[in-house]
């Protein structure tokens, strides 16, 4: 039987070609292939992250989620990685269906050599001029993400961006993210007219993700209040924020920062030289806190709904209690109405 959620997002469901239109947020050291497949066999869409992966190690990413699943995932390539034509060849050999292009504005090159080969192309869109330009470069779907997110953010709320974007783009499939940690968020969007959502930070205490039992026991016991964009302290020297839980790192980067410009007014380092100095203090702190466990001095990566990540769970069980959440809300929502 069809319901009403099934109807709301029935464009995103036919254009993952999965049972739900939930996309996974790329999370690098995250969505990797236990992640991926555990995501696509609960009836979701898991997308793995390839980071700054060699493309030897993304094609063997590739071959492992194919071993654990034969549901549809993609994968997610960042645009200024150096070996973006060799990885989408490796997507093209490996046949990936769905290549979502991230960190920027692609090139026209890199959509059409995606598509060329079959795949869909998904891209990251900031407001609806760069939206529709990207749609006529090709782009097969767009997702809009707020600041709430976790990792690198923008400056607009997700709610702000749905409201500038979603009434005036419908030539593609939109997917929403950020901040998104319940069912009822994925209806109110859905309703605006999103093809369907992107989720992260709700997946990182999944039992199939591998990150260590450390970094896990931070999202359990952190509040929205706790993720927090990183700070910029001189706006000569620009700062991408990102949004982490705070810890010791959060410090040592502002104090980074200070000692860093204050070299530079001495005249020890020159512009570039402090700016490469800064930029490079987050090098490797993300797997440090992933991978290794290091929840102090590593990048604790999250969205602000990581207040509602409350426990460990099965990727199947966190699928699940979200559409039961989002039909529960739009049971209950037709009952008001009927009143």
Request: with cysteine; hydrophobic share 45%.
């Amino acid at each position: 039987m069809t319901t009403k959620l099934d109807s709301l997002w029935q464009r995103g469901r036919d254009f993952l070609g999965t049972r739900y239109a939930i996309m996974g947020g790329a999370m690098s050291w995250v969505s990797e292939h236990n992640l991926v497949a555990a995501m696509s066999n609960a009836g979701a869409f898991g997308v793995i992250a390839n980071g700054s992966m060699p493309p030897e190690l993304l094609e063997k990413e590739i071959i492992e989620t194919k071993k654990l699943t034969s549901k549809p995932f993609g994968v997610n390539l960042i645009i200024m990685h150096p070996q973006l034509e060799q990885l989408i060849d490796v997507c093209k050999r490996q046949n990936v269906t769905h290549v979502v292009l991230a960190g920027g504005i692609p090139g026209s090159n890199s959509i059409k050599a995606i598509k060329d080969y079959g795949a869909k192309v998904i891209c990251f869109a900031p407001s609806a001029i760069i939206g529709r330009k990207l749609i006529r470069i090709g782009a097969d779907a767009l997702v809009i993400e707020g600041m709430e997110a976790g990792g690198h953010i923008g400056p607009v709320s997700t709610s702000v961006l749905a409201q500038e974007i979603l009434p005036h783009i419908r030539e593609v499939p939109v997917f929403i993210a950020g901040g998104i940690g319940r069912g009822e968020a994925m209806v109110s969007y859905l309703e605006m007219g999103a093809a369907g959502v992107q989720l992260g930070t709700r997946f990182v205490c999944a039992t199939e993700c591998i990150a260590h039992p450390k970094f896990k026991e931070v999202f359990i016991r952190s509040s929205a209040r706790d993720a927090i964009p990183s700070v910029q302290i001189d706006p000569d020297f620009p700062v991408i924020p990102v949004r982490a839980i705070a810890n010791k790192a959060t410090d040592d980067f502002t104090r980074c920062q200070l000692e860093v410009i204050e070299q530079f007014r001495k005249g020890e380092l020159d512009k570039k030289e402090a700016q490469l100095k800064i930029e490079h203090f987050w090098a490797g702190a993300l797997r440090r806190a992933v991978i290794d466990g290091d929840i102090e001095h590593g990048s604790v990566m999250a969205g602000q709904s990581v207040g509602m990540v409350t426990k460990i769970q099965p990727t199947q069980e966190i699928v699940d209690e979200m559409v039961a959440q989002a039909q529960d809300y739009i049971a209950e929502k037709q009952k008001r109405l009927c009143a």
